[in-house]
Nanobody, 130 residues
Framework: QVYLVESGGGLVQAGASLRLSCAPS????????MGWFRQAPGKEREFVAA????????YYVDSVKGRFTISRDNAENTVYLQMNSLKPEDTGVYYC???????????????????????WGQGTQVTVSS
């Protein structure tokens, strides 16, 4: 069983930066592809960013490209989401997700689908005021 714990959320003004962290426990972190999703009030959970187990492949939703960066430190068992130039529309609960590869996999066809991921964190709140 893998437990994911997110941290780093908070209340900031538009234009500010935040860095989210996700530290899985259990399993071998380097074998997991990781993703970040977010959910705004009254909306469905949406994909934000994902990274392969090696860090060699990254994926982003168009609305965050150029502002957000996903990265991982396998030695520290941590995945990060650096969020710059935050906008009010970035507000939501941010969830970390993981899929063990193999038997799972991350590709250009599935990285954005919630059901690609086997494990989820409890979420961390990000609020961006205008």
């Amino acid at each position: 069983q893998v437990y994911l714990v997110e941290s780093g959320g908070g209340l900031v003004q538009a234009g500010a930066s935040l860095r989210l962290s996700c530290a899985p426990s259990g399993g071998t972190f380097s074998r997991y592809a990781m993703g970040w999703f977010r959910q705004a009030p009254g909306k469905e959970r949406e994909f934000v960013a994902a990274i392969s187990w090696s860090g060699g492949s990254t994926y982003y939703v168009d609305s965050v490209k150029g502002r957000f960066t996903i990265s991982r430190d396998n030695a520290e068992n941590t995945v990060y989401l650096q969020m710059n130039s935050l906008k009010p529309e970035d507000t939501g609960v941010y969830y970390c997700a993981a899929v063990r590869t193999p038997p799972g996999y991350l590709s250009s066809r599935n990285y954005y689908k919630p059901n690609t991921y086997d494990y989820w964190g409890q979420g961390t709140q990000v609020t961006v005021s205008s």
